[in-house]
T-cell receptor, first 113, second 115 residues
Framework: EAGVAQSPRYKIIEKRQSVAFWCNPI?????LYWYQQILGQGPKLLIQ????????DSQLPKDRFSAERLKGVDSTLKIQPAKLEDSAVYLC???????????FGPGTRLTVT | AQSVAQPEDQVNVAEGNPLTVKCTYS??????LFWYVQYPNRGLQFLLK??????LVKGSYGFEAEFNKSQTSFHLKKPSALVSDSALYFC?????????????FGAGTRLAVHP
């Protein structure tokens, strides 16, 4: 079984630029999560999808972050415009409807200069 | 506020010795509890979980964890550490409110196993 795929693995941009991350969850996993992991901290949930609907985006900075999962499979997370404090690893995870544990992708390391 | 505490930034242990990585939580009700491990430049890997039942749960790579409801703790243990166990370990809780299984993570504990 293929794991959660993410791209790109690394991205360096200047502040005020825009950036997008892509995630392909494990096949058949209806729930998809995006987390932000700042260096030295644990991951923090940004947004959670159930199929193509948002069920929790309470911690998403909506003035600059957006995410979509149009067909209930792949998802993209966008930041526009980026700030220095957005430098972090962005992790995507997915979960099967009948399970409890989440499976994580390798993450995208974003550096904003 | 819901939170997870991992009181040790780093745990050092000699290979072959037992190890314990501590975790306490502050979440109402009976949450689900998890441990994940993170190796450099890789995502988090699931180790084990407590949902209900026996307070001692066994997971991958010989790890186990002990749930203590009165102390709201979920400490990770292994009887004999290996150098290859050196990594970053995260405790996480999933509050049952809302029913959508989001995870709240601790800040992580770096485990260093010395030969």
């Amino acid at each position: 079984e293929a794991g959660v795929a993410q791209s790109p693995r690394y991205k360096i941009i200047e502040k005020r630029q825009s950036v997008a991350f892509w995630c392909n969850p494990i096949s058949g996993h209806a729930t998809l999560y995006w987390y932000q992991q700042i260096l030295g901290q644990g991951p923090k949930l940004l947004i959670q999808f159930q199929n193509n609907g948002v069920v929790d985006d309470s911690q998403l900075p909506k003035d600059r972050f957006s995410a979509e999962r149009l067909k209930g499979v792949d998802s993209t997370l966008k930041i526009q415009p980026a700030k220095l404090e957005d430098s972090a690893v962005y992790l995507c995870a997915s979960r099967h409807a009948g399970g409890n544990e989440q499976y994580f992708g390798p993450g995208t390391r974003l550096t904003v200069t | 506020a819901q939170s997870v505490a991992q009181p040790e930034d780093q745990v050092n242990v000699a290979e072959g010795n037992p190890l314990t990585v501590k975790c306490t939580y502050s979440v109402s009700g009976n949450p689900y509890l998890f441990w994940y491990v993170q190796y450099p430049n890789r995502g988090l890997q699931f180790l084990l979980k407590y949902i209900t039942g026996d307070n001692l749960v066994k997971g991958s790579y010989g790890f186990e964890a002990e749930f203590n409801k009165s102390q709201t703790s979920f400490h990770l243990k292994k009887p004999s550490a290996l150098v290859s166990d050196s990594a970053l370990y995260f405790c996480a809780v999933s509050p049952l409110s809302g029913g959508y299984n989001k995870l709240i993570f601790g800040a992580g504990t770096r485990l260093a196993v010395h030969p």
